[in-house]
């Protein structure tokens, strides 16, 4: 059974140990918070008792395999870059980086510890109904474009509106909601057709100077792409994916809990199953599958990197457009 040490207490670490427990591939051992106190109260809920609140002692001391990160967007470069020099597996909750030179400094510390994977957890890729989704798309006769929405009001945005700024509405740590709600969007759009050949991203920004919600564009030889996002407003319009006259629906692209195929006739067909009661439950089984057996699962462990890079590089590309920046070297980059 691998050993998981998580960083970050809050809701979504909680739901993935539960997964990874249930998978029956995972034992949590290994807690860190920055403050020892949260460690021992989140460790003793999980009957876990290594706690840490200095992280080197972390990952030089702690008795585990891999790693989940669950911490603000941007500290998750620097401690997936620590992970893989103590030679740990990392798993990185998405966004996994800021953007393609922290992706690339990743890839570079890959290559230095061959032994370490590093995964990100983008769920809804490793769940069955993306790929029926996917599935569905290459029977289609044509494809004339698509409209994803994922709107979720944020109860951290009544602080933005209190004059506060929390992180996930916070140029430093990389807020914001497409680095949020879309990576979502994003992956879907990826992960079901490929990179566009261009996106424009039009945000609606917060006070703090984030996109609190936007629009996003994405360009493809014979079709377009609309991603409606964001965390200010919710939404409860389903996703489609439009062929000649047939239709993918979806009730949501990230939950993907609802997926029905309209047929060129107008019949409907449920194409989707019942998803799992907790939706992180195959990403923990793929995860352990593949650290498990490496080399049995080379090819699927290559293809969710460069799906991860894909991504990277389009929310980077996205930002740009809208001329949001997290620090001044991507300022400087759109300047050139």
């Not at 951290?156 to 509106?161: E, I, K, N, Q, S």
């Not at 949501?252 to 439950?281: C, F, R, S, W």
């Amino acid at each position: 059974m691998l050993k998981l040490g998580i960083i970050g207490t809050n809701w979504i670490t909680q739901q993935f140990i539960d997964a990874a427990q249930a998978s029956g591939a995972w034992q949590l051992t290994t807690v860190y918070s920055r403050q020892l106190a949260r460690a021992k109260e989140f460790a003793a809920t999980n009957q876990v008792a290594e706690t840490f609140d200095d992280l080197e002692q972390f990952f030089s001391q702690g008795s585990f395999d891999a790693v989940y990160i669950a911490s603000p967007n941007s500290l998750h470069f620097e401690q997936a870059k620590l992970a893989l020099q103590y030679e740990k597996h990392v798993i990185v909750e998405k966004p996994a980086v800021a953007n393609p030179a922290e992706f690339a400094q990743l890839d570079a510390c890959l290559a230095a510890h061959p032994n370490c994977l590093l995964f990100e957890a983008a769920r809804q890729v490793h769940e069955v109904n993306f790929k029926r989704v996917k599935d569905q798309i290459a029977k289609m006769t044509q494809i004339q474009g698509a409209t994803l929405t994922y709107m979720k009001y944020s109860s951290r945005y009544d602080a933005v509106l209190a004059g506060k700024t929390p992180n996930i509405f916070s140029l430093d740590f990389a807020g914001g909601a497409l680095q949020d709600l879309g990576v979502y969007l994003v992956y879907d759009a990826v992960g079901w057709f490929g990179l566009p050949v261009k996106e424009t991203y039009v945000p609606t920004l917060t006070r703090t100077n984030v996109d609190g919600k936007g629009i996003a564009i994405l360009n493809y030889p014979n079709f377009t792409i609309t991603l409606n996002v964001g965390k200010t407003s919710n939404s409860f319009l389903p996703s489609e994916i439009n062929g000649l006259r047939d239709a993918i629906v979806m009730n949501n692209p990230a939950e993907l809990a609802q997926v029905a195929y309209h047929d060129v006739t107008g019949q409907v067909k449920t194409i989707g199953v019942q998803p799992d009661a907790n939706p992180m439950l195959a990403e923990a089984r793929d995860f352990a599958a593949v650290i498990n057996d490496p080399t049995g699962h080379k090819t699927d462990y290559q293809n969710w990197r460069q799906l991860s890079r894909d991504v990277n590089q389009l929310l980077f590309n996205l930002r740009q457009s809208g001329h949001i920046y997290f620090n001044d070297a991507e300022r400087q980059l759109s300047a050139k």
